[in-house]
């Protein structure tokens, strides 16, 4: 790689020595603010995600003010304000609209529209972005177009932006390949693990063992020896704490909400010390019975997508920790094993029969009705230590090399923003 002849200071710290021809100027002397409201009947909604601006996802939660958007039009660059989406913009291949949070920009003509996917979405200049916004909460805050616009950027004349986007869009390209391969690998790994889950819990480790019809819709036979079991009668639930985001502190009683039940990675593993958050001791006064003990289950209530119904977290801890919103605690009052019903709760055929009782359309609802009336197989207390055992070992190989694809994919990320950061803020030269 090569560099530039000559540089000059930026006079901005998070750009540092530029090209001594790169012109540096406020942001609003590149970009107008597009502020024209528009319905979402007239123009397609869309969503503003880390990975860009797409048709408005199925799933996600919709607001009943779709009459009140903001219009975008293709070529527009789109960021998200508040800090608790940083990383969310991109430019938009299409006309549509988005929600009042967002910022619309619309390059003028000295700018190319997809080198602002580049240079307003390297890290750099994201973290000033976020970093220039106002609020009165630590980990939220909201970064408005009068602050935006008064930030100074470097912009390289219209040929060199040109020769960047499509140097990046190579280099780029062969990076996320990378880290698609990695990503697939992840993905089989974990559905032989769930494999070995299902299989393990619902028709235990002898192939040869005697095999019995259940009546159960989601699973014709166990083996002749184990018994069902109602959900509720072998735990009491309740619901949990309710707070806002804006309430969680750095201190304080512990606390498990949905969002960290909800993470795809997490759903069926045990509480992950790095999840827990903190709330103020005010806040859980008389909520006594919110609180999880070892041997409990925290699920979430409600879920964006229909595959996430059921998901759990597997309380392992002596700490005191409390249900969050958003959560149905499920209280221990039986004797069976409970590693083994934590993988019980994790396998497919298990989580099939709480989404086959869901009700919902674009986010469904998990009740405590619905928990305490699915079956739960339980193997004699022997066996169940046994199972999970079994399970334990058979899936460390698997989870070792999830970690080290997921450590790959990390090394990958990084890189990619280290070339892009590099090259849209001059260190490399690329023509």
């Known amino acids: 790689m090569t560099t530039y002849n000559t540089y000059k200071d930026s006079g901005i710290a998070w750009l540092g020595q530029i090209p001594s021809h790169w012109e540096v100027k406020r942001l ?36 009943n003010d779709g009459d009140n958007r903001k219009l975008v039009r293709k070529g527009d660059f789109v960021i998200n304000s508040r800090s608790d989406r940083k990383g969310s913009s991109g430019v938009s291949e299409l006309d549509g609209s988005v929600s009042l949070i967002n910022i619309v920009l619309s390059p003028k003509e000295t700018v190319i529209p997809v080198f602002c996917n580049y240079l307003l979405k390297c890290n750099s200049f994201i973290e000033e972005y976020y970093r220039i916004g106002r609020g009165i909460v630590a980990d939220l805050w909201t970064t408005r177009y009068q602050e935006m616009k008064c930030m100074d950027i470097a912009m390289p004349p219209l040929a060199e932006q040109e020769a ?43 192939p040869n063992i005697p095999m019995k019809p259940t009546g159960i ?41 949905y969002g960290q039940i909800h993470s795809k990675d997490n759903w069926f593993a045990a509480i992950n010390p790095e999840l827990i958050r903190h709330i103020p001791p005010t806040l859980v006064a008389g909520y006594d019975g919110a609180i999880s003990n070892k041997g409990d289950f925290l699920f979430a209530d409600t879920s964006e997508d229909f595959e996430g119904c059921g998901n759990c977290i597997y309380v392992d801890l002596d700490d005191k920790i409390y249900a969050g919103y958003h959560t149905i605690l499920a209280k221990n009052i039986n004797s069976e094993h409970g590693q083994y019903l934590a993988y019980l709760f994790a396998s497919p055929n298990w989580r099939g029969q709480v989404r086959s009782a869901v009700n919902g359309v ?70």
């Open 28 to 63: 609003g002397s590149f970009f107008n603010e597009r502020r024209q409201k528009v319905s979402d009947k007239d123009f397609e909604p869309l969503s503003v995600t880390k990975l860009g601006i797409f048709p408005q996802w199925e799933n996600v939660a919709k607001t």
């Open 164 to 206: 960047i986007v499509n140097y990046l869009k190579n280099a780029t390209a062969k990076i996320d390949e990378a880290i698609a391969q990695q990503q697939k690998m992840i993905d089989l790994l974990k559905e032989r693990k769930q494999i070995i889950i299902n299989e393990a819990v619902t028709h235990g480790l002898d």
């Open 217 to 257: 819709d989601w699973l014709p036979q166990i083996p002749a020896h184990w018994r069902t079991r109602r959900f509720k009668y072998l735990y009491r639930t309740r619901t949990g704490v309710s707070f806002t985001k804006a309430q969680i502190e750095d201190e304080g009683e512990k606390v498990i909400s």
């Open 362 to 431: 674009k986010v469904y609802s998990v009740t405590q009705s619905i928990l305490n009336n699915v079956y739960v197989l339980l193997p004699p207390l022997d066996e169940q230590k046994q199972i999970a055992e079994y399970i334990i070992c058979a899936v460390k190989p698997i989870d070792l090399a999830i970690s080290s694809c997921t450590a790959m994919i990390k090394k990958l990320s990084e890189r990619k923003q280290i070339v892009i950061n590099d090259v849209v803020t001059g260190k490399i030269k690329v023509i």
